[in-house]
């Protein structure tokens, strides 16, 4: 593919429809498909056809559950402002659930970080007159090809509308449809543009894929992600919330205060054993085929990251 016809796609095709196909352009890895993981790949096609269920909160608050990142819903008189916005691919589904909470317009949209399936929606979204906010290195890593090692993926940069118009550092706070959203960015952790978004009032915290509920999760090492970060942003949404908040993950279902607990306490136990076994010398395959992650492997490796994914991912970082 020349580089002009690659901008083309990327620039006029992406979003003209939410078909694979136009995602798939502006996503298309430099070298095509020729490397082994097609793991993004496979999430578009799910994304395609995966159901969308939307669960009410509390107060003016909903989530929308589907293939990607989940997205929180704040609804009132000043349109209706989300957090997050799914895979590309997801899009008639995502414009579905949306329309059942109610006909309000989107008027504002903040990304959690900026991985494709947080961040997919981006151009759409702003099509309709919304707003994006995000951290800087969201807008960092958007504005240019990015490569994700862990998946074997190039991401090619963003069309313009994708990419945040407003972006902060390290805390900035919003008031819109009477709630106050207060938003923090995380040292390192999944990626190094990981923020959380708390609905003060309501006692609602969205912690994007710094909590995965009950499956393991993608770490991105190629954007400033680690184990450790990982470890120490479970332990700052612990002492975050309480026993009444409301929290949404990442990924998995809608949890609370218990959630975040076990998984911060899954991630240490899993790192504790393949540090110790990489330690004595075990290879990569040595360690997987320990099983050192078999206690929680039934539950939590049949979604988007299986065992042998995340110990390399947990292997790779002691």
């Not at 402002?81 to 989107?106: F, G, H, W």
């Amino acid at each position: 593919m020349t580089f002009e016809l690659k901008t083309v796609l990327a620039r006029r095709q992406f979003l003209a429809s939410a078909s694979l196909a136009a995602a798939a352009a502006w996503l298309a890895p430099r070298d095509a498909f020729a490397e082994e993981d097609h793991l993004v790949v496979d999430a578009l096609k799910e994304a395609a056809t995966a159901k969308v269920r939307v669960q009410t909160l509390r107060r003016n608050i909903s989530v929308l559950l589907g293939a990607g990142g989940n997205i929180a819903v704040l609804s009132g008189p000043d349109g209706k402002l989300l957090v997050d916005a799914e895979i590309v691919t997801s899009r008639p589904n995502v414009t579905e659930a949306l329309a059942s909470i109610n006909a309000d317009p989107i008027k504002q949209l903040i990304n959690t970080h900026w991985h494709f399936d947080h961040t997919g929606g981006n151009d759409w979204v702003h099509e309709g007159g919304a707003s994006i906010l995000a951290h800087e290195n969201t807008r960092k890593h958007l504005m240019k090809d990015t490569r994700v090692e862990g998946w074997h993926y190039m991401f090619p940069a963003a069309p313009a509308g994708a990419i945040p118009s407003s972006v902060f550092k390290e805390e900035h706070t919003l008031q819109v449809n009477g709630a106050t959203l207060a938003l923090k960015h995380y040292s390192p952790a999944h990626t190094d543009s990981d923020i959380s978004v708390h609905f003060v009032e309501a006692d609602i915290f969205h912690t994007g894929d710094t909590f995965w509920n009950r499956n393991y999760p993608f770490i991105d090492y190629s954007t400033g992600g680690s184990i450790d970060g990982q470890i120490r942003a479970a332990e700052a949404n612990i002492a975050k919330v309480t026993d009444k908040t409301i929290v949404i993950p990442g990924h998995g279902a809608v949890g609370g205060k218990a959630d975040l607990m076990l998984f911060r306490d899954v991630l240490v136990e899993i790192r504790e054993k393949v540090a110790t076994l990489k330690k004595q010398g075990k290879t990569l395959g040595e360690v997987v085929a320990a099983k050192p992650s078999t206690r929680t492997d039934e539950q939590w490796g049949q979604s988007f990251m299986n065992p042998s994914r995340f110990l390399a991912l947990v292997y790779q970082g002691v």
